[in-house]
């Protein structure tokens, strides 16, 4: 394990091809149960220390990264798979950002905010960031790309 220079994460390094990943927001931890083995039993992949809440998250295959979303700091982070390279990918005018989608192809971020009720674009570096839908939502929640039709 090792500490973020923040302090705000502690990661256990796993190394897997097949995955599932999930949240666990009471506990304040990432999973992983690797399908590569025949028990599937959860290995926790880093903690979140602190005041932290994480609500959703996606992987984005072509890095290797996992992105997730914090209700607690309304935030979105990102970091290695291998547990390395965390880092605050948007933090102002963010509310509660209770889902995202990655899309691996385009190289975007989507996220949905329950409290500015909002659905945002960004690239997947941070850049570029887009209002795209405001008018007519009410706390958004989750997000889903359909990926073979665009």
């Not at 072509?62 to 547990?83: C, P």
Request: charged share 25%; hydrophobic share 40%.
């Amino acid at each position: 394990m090792h500490n973020t220079a923040d302090s705000d994460f502690v990661f256990v390094t796993t190394e897997v091809k097949n995955f599932i990943l999930f949240t666990d927001a009471e506990d304040k931890s990432t999973r992983l149960i690797s399908l590569d083995v025949v028990s599937f039993v959860p290995q926790t992949l880093f903690y979140h220390l602190g005041n932290h809440q994480p609500i959703a998250l996606d992987f984005d295959p072509v890095e290797k990264r996992v992105y997730w979303s914090d209700i607690a700091q309304g935030r979105v982070f990102s970091a290695f798979l291998n547990s390395t390279g965390a880092k605050v990918l948007f933090h102002c005018n963010v509310q509660t950002p209770e889902g995202l989608v990655i899309d691996h192809v385009g190289r975007n971020i989507y996220w949905t905010d329950t409290g500015t009720n909002m659905i945002v674009v960004a690239r997947l570096d941070g850049t570029r960031r887009k209002l795209l839908i405001k008018d007519g939502l009410d706390e958004p929640r989750a997000i889903l790309l359909d990926e073979r039709n665009g």
